[in-house]
Nanobody, 124 residues
Framework: QVHLVESGGGLVQAGGSLRLSCAAS????????MGWFRQAPGKEREFVAA????????NYADSVKGRFIISRDYAKNTVDLQMNSLKPEDTAVYYC?????????????????WGQGTQVTVSS
């Protein structure tokens, strides 16, 4: 089991940037996927980005390609999400997730462990 704690959320104006961090503890293997998902009020949880812990594979949702960057830091055991050119529609609670992910990395049900979430609010 992997314990995940997100940080870095907050309020930012449209066009601004935020960096989210997910601190991971427990048994993390190189073949694990680490993902970021988000959920806005009244909407389903949606995929944002994912990275294999080995760094060999990175995926992004079309809505964030070119604006968000996912990365992992072995020394700190963290997975970060750099969010640039933020838009009001990026407003959501952002969750970090981890798992073996035998199926599609963009499906929430394929992840085993989740953080508590961090709020990101983008004002227009």
């Amino acid at each position: 089991q992997v314990h995940l704690v997100e940080s870095g959320g907050g309020l930012v104006q449209a066009g601004g940037s935020l960096r989210l961090s997910c601190a991971a503890s427990g048994s993390i293997f190189s073949y694990y996927h680490m993902g970021w998902f988000r959920q806005a009020p009244g909407k389903e949880r949606e995929f944002v980005a994912a990275i294999k812990w080995s760094g060999a594979r990175i995926n992004y949702a079309d809505s964030v390609k070119g604006r968000f960057i996912i990365s992992r830091d072995y020394a700190k055991n963290t997975v970060d999400l750099q969010m640039n050119s933020l838009k009001p529609e990026d407003t959501a609670v952002y969750y970090c997730a981890a798992g073996l992910v035998a199926g599609a990395v963009g499906r929430a049900e394929n992840y085993d462990d989740w953080g508590q979430g961090t709020q990101v609010t983008v004002s227009s």
